[in-house]
């Protein structure tokens, strides 16, 4: 797991990667360069459906704008605050001080762009939509605050700020090829089946010390940058990290997540972890302390709670900890059954 999140990489040693943004400037116009996600298919583009590019080959779309449209100025700007929150907003930030340190794309890799590597691809295309933790209808805006109070552990940046309209128009941008409804192949994150048992912190604590504390540290507390301001590699716990109310503190998420994309050089299509050992590097993190986030507004509809929140009340007489590691297939068994 070692480059979980990682903040920064050299160009070179990301060509070799399915999605990747190039931002250069050339005779006075910006040119924005995408692995694009999707193409249509023109027999099944009536009927919303999209033909999926393999994630080894995805097909390059180049768009170019003059230097000073204010759209792309504005689009350039929003990646360029997911690739460097926390040169931007973070605690010794140039515009704001509203998150830990950590940067967006810690969680949503390569800007947001990575085949399975918790994207943007589907934003725009599927919100706004209606979200069972808040038992409401959210737009891109109150998801992009989520993220900041929650896997940041900071506060939402204003609604009406050029920061939130910037990220806004970056996701928008990813995403608008892809038709409203649809979820492109490579998209998200990965669903791990789940294991027969409850996965176990005290395997994932080995598995943690040989393939990931020489990134994230010994005590998860990443390696910070020479600027002082951002992480080379990110906290996976303790105080700079995300916080209790966050998607990756699910384990089934953040199983998902280091399957397809760690330790360094893994992909969906070559992991180098098995099933097995995700699910147990996810309880061994996530079983480490962390900020804890007030979440007595969430999920007012408790049988609409995931099965691996957590946190109680539930809806079934299983415990905490048998919804925070497992094993979990009883608890879909007993849910199937009513």
Not at 129 to 137: E, G, L, P, T, W
Not at 229 to 247: E, H, T
Not at 277 to 282: F, R, S, T, V
Not at 289 to 299: A, L
Request: aromatic share 10%.
């Amino acid at each position: 797991m070692n480059n979980l999140r990682k903040s920064r990489s050299p160009v070179a040693n990301r060509m070799n990667r399915t999605l990747m943004i190039l931002i250069t400037s050339f005779l006075g116009s910006a040119v924005l360069v995408v692995m694009s996600p999707a193409v249509f298919s023109s027999d099944k583009f009536g009927a919303n459906h999209l033909k999926a590019d393999t994630l080894a080959g995805a097909q390059t779309k180049v768009i170019k704008h003059t230097a000073d449209t204010d759209e792309m100025k504005l689009i350039l700007y929003g990646k360029d605050l997911i690739a460097n929150t926390s040169g931007y907003l973070g605690p010794k930030g140039s515009v704001m001080h509203i998150s830990n340190g950590m940067n967006c794309q810690n969680c949503h890799l390569d800007a947001g762009t990575r085949p399975m590597g918790n994207n943007y691809w589907a934003v725009y295309s599927t919100y706004p939509k209606y979200r069972a933790r808040s038992a409401s209808k959210e737009t891109i805006v109150k998801r992009i605050s989520d993220c900041f109070e929650r896997s940041l552990n900071g506060k939402k940046p204003d609604s009406s700020s050029r920061e939130m309209k910037a990220m806004v128009a970056y996701m928008k941008w990813i995403g608008k090829d892809v038709p409203k409804g649809v979820v492109p192949k490579g998209a998200g994150i990965s669903k791990l089946a789940y294991l027969d048992r409850a996965a176990a912190p005290n395997t994932g604590s080995v598995l943690y010390k040989e393939k990931c504390a020489v990134c994230h540290g010994a005590k998860g507390q990443g390696i910070i940058n020479t600027d002082g301001r951002s992480f080379i590699y990110p906290p996976l716990w303790g105080n700079q990290s995300y916080n209790d109310g966050a998607g990756l503190y699910r384990i089934s998420t953040f199983a998902g997540f280091v399957k397809d994309n760690m330790p360094f050089g893994a992909s969906h299509e070559n992991p180098i972890l098995t099933d097995e050992q995700a699910w147990d590097l996810a309880a061994f993190v996530n079983a480490q302390p962390r900020p804890h986030k007030d979440q007595v507004n969430d999920w007012k509809n408790v049988s609409e709670k995931p099965i691996d929140f957590p946190f109680g009340p539930y809806a079934d007489t299983f415990p905490e900890k048998q919804h925070k590691y497992g094993p979990f297939k009883p608890i879909v068994s007993a849910r199937t059954v009513k």
